[in-house]
């Protein structure tokens, strides 16, 4: 009798793809050869303006379980948010288009994804996770997760996993990639669990702690499935794009508050990203360096102004011990407090070249130390 297979996927593998002309040919193949086959790849085109859309017909055409979805340029939350609205899997995953997948992946990972502590005790896993390699040219690093074991409550989870990771420990943060992980796709819908679309970086850290901050059993594979490539001709940020970037991580923060809010406010849980009136403050001043340096520039003095208006600054300063400032950031928070951006603006060229001077006075006393031992 020949075996029917199902036309049901058992996965749904979303692969973002932004200009990827030269990766995504090895990303497709690397899916394709999976010994798993109850598999649909979900390519989203985020706007591409090189050939990969010319490449993802290609494949699209020749291979039935390959769907496409063409849209602008929308940055890659919104284009893994419009995989997951189309997929069919009864799981599904993350690659990204410059990375690649072990053959065995997918297969290896559904059958984690059944949890048998017992004959008679069996635990639907929410999210399964394994480890994974980052390769640089022919440099390879396994990364190899903190925990080896099942968490199977949700308890445990919160307080085993999320956290630490929460918390900033070492070892966990290896856990906020989203592409190292199997996720059930019924619990991602029913918990609206989605990429946050309003900031460009950390992304998929968000949508980690989203998914762990309501999962209930969370399984691991001890083996790297997923390469991580990594490339030499990656850029360097232009100064506004890095200042912009303070906007990006007060953004980032607060995304991470929302989630800690659903604890009582005696847990560590909501303790542990709750930002500190200080650190709002200091996250500022250390972004805002290299944009006085360009304060003639209309995009630079665009968004000088926005940080001088920015919330997030305004109720540090507001709600601050003041014995905790000193006295250039106490005559700032007065400048604030009058609207005077002429003034805040000087102070804030005082409190960087203080800070600049520390630093180089620092970076001296080391140097001399050293030249002692020597």
């Not at 199902?6 to 973002?16: A, E, G, K, N, T």
């Not at 635990?123 to 440099?139: A, H, N």
């Not at 080896?148 to 445990?156: A, E, F, L, M, Q």
């Not at 209930?216 to 890095?242: D, G, Q």
Request: net charge neutral; aromatic share 8%; hydrophobic share 40%.
């Amino acid at each position: 009798m020949q075996e029917v297979k199902s036309q049901i996927p058992l996965v749904s593998v979303i692969v973002p793809a932004y200009n990827a002309e030269r990766t995504i040919r090895k990303c497709i193949d690397s899916i394709l050869r999976q010994t798993l086959k109850e598999i649909e790849i979900i390519v989203v085109n985020d706007g591409s303006t090189d050939k990969t859309i010319e490449i993802l017909w290609e494949y699209a055409q020749k291979h039935e379980n390959i769907k496409l979805i063409q849209k602008d340029n929308g940055g890659v939350s919104a284009a893994r948010n419009d995989g997951i609205k189309i997929a069919t899997g009864k799981y599904i995953a993350f690659v990204d288009a410059d990375d690649v997948v072990s053959n065995v992946m997918y297969e290896e990972m559904l059958d984690a994804a059944i949890l048998n502590l017992s004959n008679c005790c069996v635990f639907p896993v929410d999210i399964v996770i394994c480890d994974y390699k980052t390769q640089l040219l022919y440099f390879k690093k396994i990364v190899q997760m903190p925990v080896g074991h099942p968490v199977t409550s949700k308890h445990d989870v919160e307080q085993q996993l999320l956290l630490p990771f929460l918390r900033g420990d070492d070892d966990f943060v290896k856990l906020y990639k989203c592409t190292n992980k199997l996720y059930k796709r019924d619990f991602v819908c029913n918990h609206n669990i989605t990429f946050p679309t309003d900031i460009q970086h950390g992304e998929d850290c968000i949508f980690v702690a989203r998914a762990l901050s309501c999962a209930s059993c969370v399984n691991f594979v001890r083996k790297p499935l997923y390469i991580y490539h990594r490339f030499l001709f990656m850029r360097t940020l232009t100064t506004t794009e890095n200042l912009d970037s303070y906007f990006t991580t007060v953004k980032w923060r607060k995304h991470l508050e929302d989630i800690a809010s659903q604890y009582p406010t005696e847990s560590e849980l909501y303790k542990c990203v709750r930002t500190s009136p200080l650190d709002k403050i200091r996250r500022l001043e250390n972004h805002i360096g290299p944009l006085l340096h360009t304060v003639k520039s209309i995009e630079a003095a665009t968004l000088l102004r926005q940080m001088f208006e920015d919330e997030t600054y305004r109720s540090g300063l507001a709600s601050v011990d003041t014995t905790l400032l000193n006295p250039l950031q106490i005559q700032a928070k007065d400048a604030v407090e009058k609207n005077d951006y002429e003034a805040w603006l000087h102070l804030m060229h005082k409190i960087v070249l203080k800070q600049t001077m520390s630093k180089r006075s620092l970076t001296q006393k080391v140097r001399d130390f050293m030249n002692n031992c020597g």
